[in-house]
């Protein structure tokens, strides 16, 4: 496999609108993989609500029907903070090209990203459309439709916005974490 899209993240709570992402990298004809891979702890938060090791299950859970998708512990199991480009060159020792997908809320801080200039230089961007944010032509845009946001859902528990996979295990854990 030579192609991969990257798709980091909390997952916390994993919704529909990462499934929906999932589901837009899956009709890109020049990727060969998926790989998700959530964060042990955002680079830009202070602390996660469900604990890192729960997110991987979920995502596991969520996706393990899926063709071509990998859910990757590295950052997991690093137990610390890990900085995107960290994770790139990690994966670029067995990928020969990454897409790096973010949400369009993250257009915004891009550049505050640990090593962004040599990220930048690493990655292809794709961005998923979110919130009608305008999303420059030197990205690539994937167009997303779902109005779900994880941390709507931490404050109040909509189970339709939840993975059915795992839906009653997430709004168990987050009616309890409250």
């Not at 990462?18 to 837009?24: D, F, L, N, R, S």
């Amino acid at each position: 496999m030579k192609s991969i899209a990257l798709f980091g993240g909390s997952f916390d709570p994993p919704h529909i609108g990462h499934m929906a992402i999932v589901e837009a990298l899956k009709k890109l004809e020049y990727i060969d993989k998926i790989i998700l891979m959530p964060t042990f702890l955002n680079p830009f938060k202070s602390s996660s609500h469900a604990p890192s090791e729960l997110r991987f299950q979920w995502l596991e859970e969520i996706f393990k029907a899926f063709e071509n998708i990998e859910i990757n512990n590295y950052e997991v199991s690093k137990n610390r903070t890990v900085p995107t480009i960290e994770s790139v060159e990690y994966l670029l020792k067995r990928y020969q090209k990454i897409y790096l997908v973010i949400g369009a809320d993250n257009l915004a801080s891009l550049e505050l990203w640990i090593n962004y200039e040599s990220l930048k230089e690493k990655v292809t961007f794709l961005v998923a459309s979110r919130d009608n944010i305008i999303i420059d032509d030197h990205f690539i845009q994937l167009k997303v439709d779902e109005r779900v946001s994880s941390t709507q859902l931490r404050d109040s528990i909509d189970i339709s916005k939840l993975p059915t996979e795992c839906a009653s295990q997430i709004k168990k854990f987050y009616k309890e974490y409250k």
